[in-house]
């Protein structure tokens, strides 16, 4: 997908519960460990530029929130990305990243080259504070990290004046996701 997926219910048609304040993120994604999502600061205006942030439990949600004939990403899948044209990640994460919606950057501007579009949306922590929007940008994986606790997941991180890097995020976290074609 060239946007962040931007749904409201399960492909069954069972609404995904949306988080409108800190608290709501909280209870939702670390205490109970349910599916949520919210936008940015919790401001529609800017869901409109950006797209809804998920906790991991609604990208894994045996309903699914990919549209018919695309698929949440894996940690394969992100590998592959970073490695298609180059092994120099930070040239890669230029081409990655759009012209706009970053903060002004001389080393690392967007170029957008292949046509994945990365806004800098920033992402939410597990208290549901959002955090470096025009700075980085956060994607899931449907890829499991093993921990003790079980509460981890792999995804994808773009930065302004960074390297991309595939991390693990707990699970509480609200990342963007962009599906894969099947």
Known sequence: MSENLNVE?????????????????YKASYQ????????YSFDEGKGKIYGKLYNWYAINDPRGIAPD??????????????NYTTTNFEEYAVALKSKELWEKSN???GTNETGFNAIGGGFTNIT???ENILEQ?????????????????????????????LYSNLKAYGCYVRCVKE
């Open 32 to 39: 109970d460990k349910t599916p949520v999502w919210c936008y």
């Open 69 to 82: 004939g695309w698929r949440i990403p894996t940690q394969s899948d992100f590998e592959k990305l970073l």
């Open 128 to 130: 549901g504070t959002c």
């Open 9 to 25: 219910t399960f492909n069954n048609g069972d609404p995904i519960p949306q988080a409108t304040n800190v608290d709501a993120w």
């Open 137 to 165: 940008t956060k994607f899931w994986t449907s890829t499991e990290y093993e921990s003790l606790e079980n509460d981890q997941a792999y995804g994808l991180t773009l930065y302004l004046d960074l390297p991309p890097s």
């Open 107 to 109: 080393l690392h501007s």
